[in-house]
């Protein structure tokens, strides 16, 4: 499973997400080596999380970053 990482790596106080994807920063360190079930489950949970972000007005995409 491919990372959803943008080397943007700045985390919202309030939830603990990345502002640009979306994962905390224990999502981020496990990501190489937890199993795919788990990968999958974190990629499924970000667009949601992502949401959340642009709605607060928080969320920064690899281009603004």
Do not use: M
Not at 13 to 18: N, P
Not at 33 to 56: F, Q, S, V, Y
């Amino acid at each position: 499973v491919k990372s959803p990482c943008v080397s943007v790596c700045r985390f919202d106080g309030r939830t603990g997400w990345c502002v640009a994807c979306g994962r905390t920063l224990a999502e981020c360190r496990e990501w190489k080596k937890a199993p795919r079930p788990r990968l999958l489950a974190i990629e499924r949970a970000l667009p949601a999380r992502l949401n959340k972000l642009t709605e607060r007005g928080i969320r920064v995409w690899e281009d603004q970053a």
